[in-house]
């Protein structure tokens, strides 16, 4: 049985474009993910089964950890937030295959308290549909 993926080989990237360098983000220590299809059903006269259509692929993203105000990844998804613009996010859950897609910054969320470091973090949603990076896998 091949050997489960362990959390610290993630690593997330930010670039500006899709074609622009990508930098890593530093000092995250949470990371998740959701893609979510939401499902209509119609009822109508004459027909005892509603008729249920798809809607489209809905893709969100948390990432948080520790507040690094030098750290280059991080400040690029800050302008983003600040700017309203869209950054794209390269995720590699083995460190090297994965994916990149482009997200909004939905909001940003910053904890302190005197007795330990700050946290700062992120939600995003997804601008398209992922793309392949390596081989993969898009989760």
Same mark, same amino acid.
């Given at each position: 049985?091949?050997?489960?993926?362990?959390?610290?080989?993630?690593?997330?990237?930010?670039?500006?474009?899709?074609?622009?360098?990508?930098?890593?983000?530093?000092?995250?220590?949470?990371?998740?993910?959701?893609?979510?299809?939401?499902?209509?059903?119609?009822?109508?006269?004459?027909?005892?089964?509603?008729?249920?259509?798809?809607?489209?692929?809905?893709?969100?993203?948390?990432?948080?950890?520790?507040?690094?105000?030098? *750290? =280059?990844?991080?400040?690029? +998804?800050? /302008?983003?937030?600040?700017?309203? $613009?869209? !950054?794209?996010?390269?995720?590699?859950?083995?460190?090297?295959?994965?994916?990149?897609?482009?997200?909004?910054?939905?909001?940003?969320?910053? *904890? =302190?308290?005197?007795?330990? +470091?700050? /946290?700062?973090?992120?939600?995003? $949603?997804? !601008?398209?549909?992922?793309?392949?990076?390596?081989?993969?896998?898009?989760?």
């Amino acid at each position: 049985m091949p050997a489960p993926s362990q959390g610290e080989d993630l690593v997330v990237q930010v670039a500006a474009t899709a074609i622009g360098t990508k930098t890593n983000v530093e000092g995250m220590t949470r990371y998740s993910r959701r893609k979510a299809r939401p499902v209509t059903r119609t009822s109508v006269f004459m027909r005892p089964t509603p008729y249920v259509s798809r809607g489209q692929k809905d893709y969100g993203f948390t990432l948080s950890g520790l507040l690094i105000l030098d *750290d =280059a990844g991080q400040q690029l +998804i800050r /302008d983003a937030e600040s700017a309203g $613009t869209s !950054v794209f996010l390269t995720v590699l859950p083995d460190g090297t295959n994965g994916f990149m897609q482009e997200v909004l910054v939905g909001s940003l969320s910053h *904890d =302190a308290s005197p007795d330990a +470091i700050q /946290d700062h973090g992120w939600e995003f $949603t997804g !601008v398209d549909e992922p793309s392949e990076v390596g081989t993969g896998p898009i989760i």
